[in-house]
């Protein structure tokens, strides 16, 4: 009713048996076959899943792949491509869509965010920046956190 709430654990959270120390912002959505899934950011690790193991979604298991979009790291061939944190997945047409928040490599500098696609929800494609900044927008130092896209209309 929006007035009377109630309490609940927190669905996901760092700990001993995990991987990551820390987990940020992310997104849901329903999966192809109905299940409804966390797209987060692994501190320092990348981006993760889980899934909802009840109705209620108060029970949620890990994707046993995380990260499934591994953080590069100095030295890593994609260090200088991409950035990984901030998801925001979404799916259409049969595929998979994940938009990654950030700045343009390999400075650091501007805003945009990077787009990846998957069949699966484990095995992820580069494909390119989602958007290309524009210093009218904002300024050198901006990034992309927590970006988002939907239909309108």
Same mark, same amino acid.
């Given at each position: 009713d929006l007035v009377h709430w109630r309490f609940h654990p927190p669905a996901l959270k760092?700990?001993? !048996? =995990?991987?990551?120390?820390g987990i940020f912002s992310g997104c849901a959505?329903?999966?192809?076959e109905g299940v409804p899934a966390l797209v987060y950011y692994g501190m320092n690790t990348g981006i993760c899943i889980a899934y909802a193991e009840d109705?209620?979604?108060?029970?949620?298991?890990?994707?046993?792949a995380n990260p499934v979009i591994v953080e590069p790291k100095r030295g890593d061939p994609d260090f !200088? =491509?991409?950035r990984v944190f901030d998801p925001h997945a979404w799916l259409a047409d049969g595929v998979y869509h994940m938009i990654l928040g950030g700045r343009?490599?390999?400075?650091?500098?501007r805003d945009t965010a990077y787009l990846f696609t998957s069949t699966d929800l484990e095995h992820w494609d580069y494909q390119r920046p989602f958007y290309n900044p524009n210093?009218?927008?904002t300024d050198e130092n901006e990034d992309c956190a927590c970006p988002d896209?939907?239909?309108?209309g």
């Open positions: 760092p700990g001993p !048996d =995990v991987p990551e120390p959505l329903i999966t192809r109705d209620d979604l108060i029970s949620w298991r890990r994707h046993p !200088d =491509v991409y343009v490599k390999p400075h650091d500098i210093p009218h927008w896209f939907f239909k309108l």
